[in-house]
């Protein structure tokens, strides 16, 4: 049982990194440091928008508008971290 909430916590975790990649990635292209006619970066920044805008897109949608600035990952990223903490510290000793 504990490698189940092992593993659900490190794909999390991952989940985590990947939203972070993800901001870091659009800030760089938004201020011309990387440039996506790069097919590397391209490919990068397509897989993390892939793999993160599923989950980003509904919280989009409920947050209000706050001009240029996109709080929805930082949003993601405390309910992942909510998810953790409920996840290792409550649910797993009382199952186990």
Do not use: C, H
Request: aromatic letters at 14%.
């Amino acid at each position: 049982m504990y490698a189940i909430f092992w593993l659900i916590d490190t794909v999390l975790g991952l989940y985590i990194t990947l939203v972070i990649i993800q901001v870091v990635l659009s800030w760089l292209v938004s201020f011309n440091v990387v440039n996506t006619s790069n097919r590397f970066v391209y490919l990068v920044g397509d897989l993390l928008y892939r793999l993160t805008e599923p989950v980003l897109k509904p919280i989009r949608r409920f947050l209000p508008s706050f001009g240029g600035m996109d709080l929805s990952p930082m949003v993601l990223i405390l309910v992942l971290y909510f998810l953790r903490v409920l996840l290792i510290r409550d649910l797993a000793p009382r199952l186990l």
